[in-house]
């Protein structure tokens, strides 16, 4: 092959290498293609049946809607109505939360979440969370700094809220790798819509309406609730405080926003945590706002004498942050420095809260501490006699230490 | 043009060789291994080794072409027999990675339904490469060294905070069985250790260079096997339907930060030198029939075959599973025929004189 031959392979070869990293072949037009950003899932009023709601931004619109489609089979379905109803063809790469009904969850929830898992173009790095009432609702609320609904959950369940304690964030993956595990069990966080901000404007309210009437015209209707609701000028925040606790895919129990917090001391990636501590000083009750810092966790599960025995373990150093008495100013002065009996009633707190949490694993079966893993991964030979009975028979042991910052 | 350096086949084991493993395999090694995939993995990399430090010490005690030593022993037509089979083996073993890679592509650098047209210009670049023989497998691996270190670093470095290695125990969970499968279904990702039997003459054997190419080959292993021990560490029990897993790994440290998934444009990065690995097979397609005919044009047995391949993938379109299934479940022990017992087999062969192939 001689040399022109040879510049025109390499030339023609670098222009067909363009379509390698290019869609100018994709049959999408990207004018026709609606961005998702949430999808909430509810129970439908037809027996058996879903109704998917879909937070969607389109491309050439400035404001974001939401459509409806009731009494869907599956997701994959209702999603494909959605194309078929609206004319916008939704995508899903960008979805980032996925909303479950209340009522949705009393059935196995993976019926309806394995579309996500299926599909190759939805990514499971997406948050998953339970609404205290029904998914479309939560995601017609109001947010009060202009956001998408969807963007102000995100935000709720963002790493950083993870990391102070308030929140159990779960993402798909985690909660699948949960139910596909032996525990068969789970956690999501439980979204509440709270009336309590007060909102200059409505810029929302139109959005909602626009999503209402592209996606009308056909049996699946459009959900127009949302939109009068959004006309007000009340905001709407977002609270995620408790924690849904699952057991084959159903919702079994839930931890108050005090387990929540125990629970994520003990186990998640918390690390810097805020929690109110009651004492009693001279006769009357003061209660004292501590920042915790957490140094080291760890939950353990070994066999002592045939007896599996489970530990928690968790060191932490404290400051006070506030209190609810007036204090003088060297008590101001000297907050890294927490009195012990504060300490001491922290990690009693602490431990009656973990505690209760444990207590509502062991009624319920989920297996929230992941106790049949660790039996599986750590005390293999033992797996086989005591995976049935290991959440009834551990005895369980809180090591919990609260130092003081200096 | 048939010309290699040992330098360049270093880095084809370091820099290359690793990412074919990052697509399908940890996932089809997570269905079949649980979490002792690390075992199947090694068993699969230490008998692979073993061929490869065999065939390293036939270069060092010989000068001679593969084809020069199979004509020394079986005479012209039976060295021609044994490239022709070689030459089917090697188009037969380039169809389930490209397959692979076409779904990779398609699935994970788009977000709307791409056309097959968008995957078709590899073959163009195939094509080139056949016509130019080792030489592109060398420069090509030149290139590729620091493109896959400096990708799969990054990769690998996003992707470890999200890692629970204790999903990897207890070892030997999985059982003998599953170890077993999973080392025996692999073989399909295990065609490397065949490449330097051919690249026999083709380089100038140095001092040491037998370690060299171990050491390079050492480390490629530990690189996969890193990628596999996060990669479970990560998924464990949903692991198995983690298919296109270089591009998976990742994306829970990014997916929610301002700059996006940064990842991708590593993971693009990391696509380039697979494209180029995907090609050598068939490269050595071409090059075998070209040993059979040599008075014939390169570029005819390259369009053939590159045609062929384009075929095939078209033909395949929809039946990736099906196909892997079969080369992985059925057809293991052509695998492990041509590349553990033909290379094994060839320490046997004549060492005569050949010619030095430049």
């Known amino acids: ?406 | 043009m048939d010309k290699i350096k040992l330098r360049q086949i270093c880095f084809l084991f370091a820099g290359m060789m690793p990412l074919t493993k990052m697509i399908v395999y940890p996932a089809m090694l997570a269905y079949q291994a649980k979490n002792d995939l690390l075992l199947a993995a090694f068993g699969n990399f230490l008998l692979e080794g073993a061929v490869i430090a065999l065939v390293m010490f036939l270069a060092s005690r010989t000068d001679c072409t593969f084809f020069d030593l199979l004509q020394n022993t079986f005479g012209k037509i039976g060295a021609k027999i044994i490239y022709g089979l070689f030459a089917a083996f090697f188009l037969f073993s380039a169809i389930l990675p490209v397959l692979e890679q076409k779904a990779f592509v398609l699935q994970v650098f788009y977000e709307n339904v791409p056309s097959f047209l968008s995957f078709a210009p590899f073959f163009a670049v195939s094509f080139f490469a056949s016509v130019k023989g080792f030489k592109s497998i060398g420069r090509a691996a030149d290139l590729a060294l620091p493109v896959t270190a400096i990708s799969l670093a990054v990769i690998l470095l996003l992707s470890l905070p999200q890692a629970e290695f204790s999903a990897l125990l207890p070892v030997g969970g999985a059982g003998a069985k599953g170890i077993f499968s999973g080392s025996l279904y692999g073989l399909n990702w295990y065609t490397d250790c065949l490449y330097p039997l051919f690249f026999l003459g083709h380089f100038k054997y140095e001092k040491h260079g037998a370690a060299k190419v171990m050491l390079a080959y050492a480390a490629g292993t530990a690189v996969v096997l890193l990628f596999l021990t996060v990669f479970y560490g990560i998924f464990s029990d949903i692991a198995l339907r983690q298919i296109n897993t270089i591009a998976q790994i990742s994306k829970y440290t990014t997916a929610y930060t301002t700059l996006g998934r940064i990842d991708l444009f590593f993971i693009f990065a990391a696509a380039l030198p697979l494209v180029f690995y995907l090609c050598v097979p068939i490269q050595m397609c071409v090059h075998c029939i070209r040993k059979i005919a040599p008075a014939c044009n390169p570029v005819f047995p390259a369009a053939a075959v590159n045609g062929a391949m384009l075929l095939a993938a078209i033909f395949l379109n929809y039946s990736f599973f099906e196909v892997q299934t079969l080369f992985t479940q059925k057809l293991w022990w052509v695998f492990a025929l041509f590349c553990y017992a033909v290379p094994i087999l060839s320490l046997l062969l004549k060492r005569g004189k050949g010619e030095r192939h430049e």
């Open chain 1, 1 to 406: 092959m001689n040399k022109f031959w040879t510049r025109v392979l390499l030339i023609a070869a670098a222009a067909l290498f363009l379509l390698f990293f290019s869609n100018d072949f994709g049959l999408i037009n990207i004018q026709q293609t609606t961005i998702v950003t949430a999808i909430g899932i509810d129970r439908s009023q037809e027996e058996g049946k879903i109704d998917v709601s879909a937070q969607i931004a389109v491309p050439n619109e400035s404001k974001a809607s939401s459509v409806l489609v009731q009494g869907a089979e599956t997701v994959g379905e209702a999603i494909a109505e959605f194309n078929g109803k609206t004319g916008w063809y939704p995508t899903l790469v960008h979805c980032r939360l996925v909303l479950l009904g209340a009522e949705a969850v009393s059935e196995n929830v993976f019926a309806s979440l394995d579309y996500f898992l299926r599909s190759e173009f939805v990514e499971d790095s997406c948050l998953v969370a339970v609404c205290e009432t029904t998914a479309a609702e939560t995601l017609q609320a109001n947010s009060p700094v202009g956001d998408l609904p969807s963007s102000a959950i995100t935000k709720v369940l963002s790493s950083q809220a993870q990391k102070t304690g308030q929140v159990s964030v779960c993402n798909l993956r985690d909660f699948a790798k949960g139910y596909f595990s032996d525990s068969a069990s789970g956690y999501l966080p439980v979204i509440s819509v709270k009336k309590e901000a007060s909102k200059e404007g409505g810029n929302q309210s139109s959005g909602n309406s626009q999503g209402a009437d592209s996606a009308s015209g056909g049996s699946q209707s459009a959900d127009g609730s949302g939109a009068s609701a959004q006309s007000s000028n009340d905001s709407d925040v977002f609270d995620a405080s408790k924690t849904a606790l699952f057991f084959q895919g159903k919702r079994v129990a839930e931890l108050t926003a005090e387990e929540t917090l125990a629970f994520n001391l003990a186990d998640t990636k918390t690390d810097f945590a805020y929690g109110d501590i009651e004492v009693f000083e001279n006769g009357s009750k003061v209660t004292y706002n501590l920042k915790m810092k957490i140094g080291k966790k760890s939950m353990k599960l070994k066999f002592e004498d045939g007896v599996p025995v489970f530990t928690f373990r968790i060191r932490a150093k404290a400051q006070i942050s506030d209190a609810d008495k007036a204090s003088g100013i060297v008590e101001v002065a000297k907050t890294a420095l927490v009195p012990a009996h504060v300490l001491r009633a922290a990690e009693e707190m602490f431990r009656a809260q973990l505690q209760s949490a444990f207590e509502k694993t062991r009624e319920s079966g989920c297996d929230l501490f992941r106790l049949r893993q660790k039996l599986y991964r750590f005390c293999y030979p033992q797996y086989a006699s005591h995976r049935e009975t290991l959440l009834q028979d551990a005895r369980i042991f809180y090591d919990i230490r609260f130092d003081t910052l200096r």
